[in-house]
């Protein structure tokens, strides 16, 4: 962004005002504020003076000094209403991954994120625009380049090019080496447990040392965590504060976590806005709503309001697996390319087994979407039926490979 774009940007918001201008201003800024430290300050200000502590507190946080006790409390708790076990501190912050986190709101932070952190600026790079070109340019021809390669093996043709044995030798490099850069950034299943772990477990010390503080970060996660232990912690709490209209709300997914009475009250909850689908304000208010089956005690919180619980699954189209490990299998394209080009003796033979190999994995995809038990009738017939498609192409390959 420009000086002079920038110099506009904090100016707009120097005033108090309501304006859409101002507004369109505040957007804007929020928008690039993780790389301009001026326009976080203008921010900052802005909302001091319009009366807003937690999100003054959020955009002059990372100014030491800047923010005023009651500015941090207020930014504390905006930050747990957000909780979901990843690095939720960061990114509602807007901060760089390798940027130092403010030491107010560190102990917020699951450690493996801390210690992720410093590595933030390979990964700036590889998610620049520089290094997205470079790495689309080298996907796209290693692929393109290699299935031509496959191809002329197939049908019996020669493929003797040093230069494209070059290309394709130098773009699957390229490719293996995004690859690893990439998955060097991506948390680990066991990460992700961890850092799972971590935000229940600290939100139940924050409940302990600061009520309003763990109570918030507990709420926030039970609309993304299936976890018994956190609804439980907010059951519990209820009760401590005689609110049994909460203990019904947030302990009714589980079963026989609530008592009638709690069910009764959160069903009065539920009815006093009579004009709004009883089913949808119960699953919203409970944070239950989550595309799984009715479950627990909320048939009888239904009940007890006069609904009947929806049929599960009825219209819900569920994703296949992961685009991911759709696109996986394409990697056999350069490196099938490769063996041809190093044993063009075998190139009909090798051509031959890496689409069928191919065609495989796909195949194995669709049988494991079409296995799954979430999914509509229809839907799991089409991947059946592709599954079975696949798989004798795989078949058919592997028998002319020989």
Known sequence: MKKRELDVLVQQLAGDERTDEVRAAREKAKARAHAHPEL????????????????????????????????????????LQHADGGDFVRRYLALWKATPLPPEVLDLVAPSFVERAPRGDGALFLTGCGGG?????MVVLSLT????????????QPTEHEAVEFVITGTVAGFGALLVAVASRIPSEAEKAADAEFAVSRALQLLEQRPAEGRAMLQSLAKTADSPTVRGALVDDARRR????????????EPGLTTPEERDAFASLVMRKPAKDPVERLLTLSAAWSGRPIRGDIPDVLRR??????????????????????FAPLVGVPLGA?????????????AAITVALM???????????????????RNRIDYAAASAALAATAVGFAIAAW
């Open 40 to 79: 976080r300050l203008a921010l900052a200000e802005h909302y001091r003076r319009l009366g807003d502590p937690a999100q003054a507190g959020r955009w002059g946080v990372v100014f030491p000094g800047w923010s005023r006790p009651h500015e941090i409390a207020r930014l504390r708790l905006f930050l």
């Open 133 to 137: 070109l470079i790495a689309l340019t």
């Open 145 to 156: 380049t290699g299935a031509n390669v496959l191809w002329l093996a197939l049908i019996g």
């Open 242 to 253: 005689r609110s049994p209209t909460d203990a019904g709300r947030w302990g009714c997914p």
């Open 305 to 326: 309001v006069g609904a009947t619980a929806p049929r599960p699954f009825a219209d819900v189209e569920y994703p296949g697996p992961a685009l991911r490990w759709w």
């Open 338 to 350: 490769v063996g041809c080009l190093l044993l063009p003796d075998h190139a009909h033979v090798i």
């Open 359 to 377: 065609a495989a994995s796909w195949a194995g995809l669709c049988l494991v979407a079409a296995a799954s038990p979430l999914r509509p009738h």
